[in-house]
């Protein structure tokens, strides 16, 4: 199963039988303090540049999200979303738990953008289904209702109830990502496992394209990176397609993971990832 998603210039696919997809996650105001005060300035000139490091850092995508408290974030989507098509070619994912801002993010955006995020509550299933349906776009699916359940038979059937509704409306399967979610092991040493198994089920029982946001396994422990390195990897064997994540600090990972896992013909892209990645740290290094 592909999903298949459109940039100014160009496309990208997702599908447990090509290479891994990285969706840069660094456009995101939360816990970034001088991107917030830019945003909220009407600055964007900040974010086009996280943009392009991240694309050089072999982001394939970009996750895009404004969410600053009291802000004009419809605006801000409309500008942002327009400055990047401007300047970068490759697919966007509109982040934002607004309807409005969704969908203006979405207007502005070219091709066949990706949508972050309907969870499987009502409100959610209702309001965003059908901003991705007239737009043509493509969701990721939260396994999550008014909490993340336990076990990984409940998040399937949130999974289920989400691929469904999407369905019902006309939103084709191959159009629907599902995110299994993660907690940290930190407070749960099986939360982990929990995630891995939900995968599995999932790519067993529906054959859908799965996202990752690796980051949140590590949260409250120490050498955070080394632990999310483990359980992306991990998550790849067991049937993810793509994650929203830092290209700079996992982009080696991912492309380890693919050779191994037989999606790198003679080890090209590996090989011309790492000497990519060197060119950029000394070029960043001399700045």
Sequence with gaps: MHTILKGKGKDVVIGIDKPF???????????NKKLAAA?????????????????QWGADMLDVNVGVPDMDEVTAVSKL??????NVDVPLCIDSNSPQVLAAGLKAAPGKPLVNSVSAEEKSLNSILPIVKDRGAAVIGLTMETGIPKTPEERVALAEK???RAGQIGIPIEDVIIDPLVLTVGSDSKAAQVTIQTIEILRREFGVNINLGASNVSFGLPDRHTANQAFLA??????AAC????????????????????KDDFAMRYIKYFRAAEKLKEAEAVK
């Excluded at 997809?21 to 816990?31: D, F, L, R, S």
């Excluded at 979303?81 to 401007?86: C, D, G, K």
């Excluded at 994650?243 to 037989?262: C, E, H, M, V």
């Design 81 to 86: 979303v327009e400055l990047l098509t401007a």
């Design 39 to 55: 945003l909220k300035e009407g600055n964007y000139d900040f974010a086009l540049a996280l943009a392009k490091r991240q694309i």
């Design 21 to 31: 997809v990285m969706i840069g996650e660094k456009i995101n105001p939360t816990g």
């Design 234 to 239: 991990m998550a790849i064997q067991a049937g």
């Design 243 to 262: 994650s929203i994540t830092d290209p700079i600090k996992l982009g080696q990972t991912i492309r380890a993971a693919d050779l191994l896992l037989g």
């Design 162 to 164: 989400i691929i469904n």
